[in-house]
């Protein structure tokens, strides 16, 4: 138990640096923080600890709302994300909701070779309803590949799945500026990628979902 106090206080010494280095850098920034709260964006990514939300874009606590999940699933029947949603967007009026993946994905690569893993195995059906919608064309892709192949097409058909919530159809109904967009992140290179799944309205949800699909097709096909 002491070694595992030890590491507990680690963490606690590495808040108070931050907070110090916080507050020297930006004074009264905490103070500032304590009366609101106005991020511009909703960010649906993935728990996996190596994609954290707010040091990949550079924004500070504040400016960046975000939900996690296994495989960044969104679905209609997860209550959790779908009170994230509306809590952005009816309350803190949100202006984008980026659904983010990554390549090398576990629970993406769980879904594909169905591996055993437990009881999270019936969260990622998900995932493997995305597989089976395109089991065709990934099978044509290098097997090196289909991980990250099936990380992409799920960005798009979870960022789909947004644009179908009635939070973002009633939001965009009433004429609020809501745009969703599906990026995707490279462990192996720190970059993000704009999946170009991006919609503002209704209208534009199946053109986007059909061009973002027919690009991310070209670019395993090419690669």
Request: glycine letters at 6%.
């Amino acid at each position: 138990m002491t070694d595992a106090n030890d590491q507990l206080q680690d963490l606690l010494n590495n808040n108070k640096r931050w907070a110090a280095e916080t507050e020297r850098r930006e004074p009264g920034f905490f103070s500032r923080l304590l009366k609101q709260q106005t991020p511009q964006y909703l960010w649906i990514g993935c728990a996996d600890s190596r994609v954290p939300a707010n040091e990949l874009v550079d924004l500070l606590p504040g400016e960046l709302f975000v939900h996690r999940n296994v495989a960044n699933v969104v679905v209609h029947s997860d209550l959790n994300c779908l009170s994230v949603m509306q809590f952005a967007v009816d309350h803190l009026k949100v202006r984008h909701i980026i659904v983010v993946g990554h390549s090398n994905c576990g629970g993406v690569k769980a879904a594909l070779y169905d591996t055993r893993v437990g009881l999270v195995e019936n969260w990622i059906r998900h995932v493997q309803d995305v597989r089976h919608m395109h089991r065709e064309w990934l099978d044509t892709v290098p097997e090196a590949r289909r991980v990250d192949a099936l990380c992409e097409l799920n960005v798009l058909e979870q960022a789909r799945n947004a644009c179908h919530t009635t939070v973002v159809r009633d939001a965009w109904a009433r004429g609020q500026e809501i745009v969703v967009h599906g990026w995707v992140y490279g462990l192996h290179n720190g970059l993000l990628e704009d999946l170009a799944v991006t919609a503002a309205s209704a209208a534009d949800v199946d053109p986007a979902y059909r061009q973002a699909l027919a690009a991310v097709k070209q670019r395993y096909a090419a690669g």
